[in-house]
């Protein structure tokens, strides 16, 4: 799966997210990926929910996979960050 299909999560309104992945599929997409790490994942499974009830009839999820992230810290040490890969095709 390329980065053409893949939607990143951040700190906008929900909403832009769910506009961002509806265009990605009537733009001709069959299966898009949501990412998203820390504070964001709540908001990836809201946008993965929103756009499956709401907008596309007949998209579904085909995997989902979370993971633990490194990043350096401020301190010079790091932190670990929880990270959401949410894969939905029609």
Not at 26 to 38: E, M, S, T
Request: charged share 25%.
């Amino acid at each position: 799966m390329g980065e053409e299909n893949t939607v990143y999560i951040g700190k906008k309104a929900t909403m832009n997210y769910v506009l961002a992945v509806v265009s990605q599929i009537n733009a001709g997409c069959d299966n898009i990926c949501i990412k998203a790490r820390g504070r964001a994942i709540s908001r990836a499974v809201d946008v993965a929910e929103i756009v499956r009830h709401r907008f596309v009839q007949g998209l579904d999820y085909k995997d989902v996979k979370i993971a633990t992230e490194s990043l350096p810290g401020q301190d010079g040490g790091s932190a670990n960050v929880s990270s959401i890969e949410i894969y939905m095709a029609k």
